[in-house]
């Protein structure tokens, strides 16, 4: 019984991992394709992913540690995410977006574990 | 021959991004994740930003990216340290494979 349902969660990540790429080798986003080279929408597909997973982490963590690591792995995946923004619109205000997430993330993630550690803030 | 340039090392950083996000689904423990998780994305997100600055020359976009390259070189591996420090305090186990522990010897030899 133990093995049959390993293979059925085998099989169901297989057919999602499969389907995942065939999404992203396919599809662009629509409403954006006007500045948008095939290469960077992959890009964005790839990285939405990513999203995924962490956002999967979050939902899932057995512990409020794993919850931490998650929101500080989605900010610095951010940043990634827009700098190909940046590139793909040659707009330069976002890397602006970049750089101020990356702060809000790091001063974030110290208040996390300063929580953690189950001290106040001010010792 | 600069976009070339910076297109691979885009595709660089996202394979790096993609395994560290996979490491963040299938490992077993905190600190195992921890560690796939900081490095493989950080950097990731390094080159992609060095990419960027490939890309688009000493512009302002170019220019703004290697600050946030500085930015994340120097804060990225804090926050992963501070958090380990508060999630192996706050009382979480180690995974039941795990070889040693030093930081709790630490403890213990210091108590």
């Known amino acids: 019984m133990q093995n049959r349902s390993k293979y059925l969660r085998w099989c169901l990540g297989l057919l999602g991992v499969s389907s995942a790429l065939f999404f992203i080798s396919t599809f662009t986003i629509p409403s954006l394709s006007e500045w948008q080279s095939p290469f960077l929408s992959r890009c964005f597909f790839i990285l939405m992913l990513c999203f995924a997973f962490c956002l999967w982490r979050i939902f899932r963590g057995p512990t409020p540690a794993d919850r931490a690591v998650a929101v500080d792995t989605l900010g610095i995946l951010i940043v990634g ?6 590139i793909s619109t040659g707009r330069s205000w976002y890397i602006d977006i970049a750089i101020a997430w990356a702060l809000q993330s790091f001063i974030g993630a110290l208040a996390l574990a300063k929580y953690l550690e189950g001290r106040g803030f001010d010792e | 021959m600069n976009e ?17 996000c996979l490491g963040l689904i299938r ?3 905190v600190y195992n994740r921890l560690q796939a998780t900081t490095k493989c994305v950080t950097l990731g997100t390094c080159s992609i930003l060095f990419g960027t600055l490939a890309i688009k020359g000493f512009d302002a976009i170019g220019i703004k990216a290697s600050m946030c390259i500085v930015f994340l070189i120097l804060t990225a591996p804090v926050a992963a340290h501070a958090l380990s420090r508060g999630a192996h305090i706050s009382g979480v186990k180690l995974w039941d494979k795990s070889v040693c522990d030093k930081y709790e010897e630490d403890k213990k030899v210091n108590r």
């Open chain 1, 81 to 86: 995410f827009c700098a190909v923004l940046s």
């Open chain 2, 4 to 20: 070339i340039i910076g297109y691979a090392f885009i595709i660089i950083g996202l394979v790096f991004d993609m395994f560290g």
């Open chain 2, 27 to 29: 490992l077993p423990d």
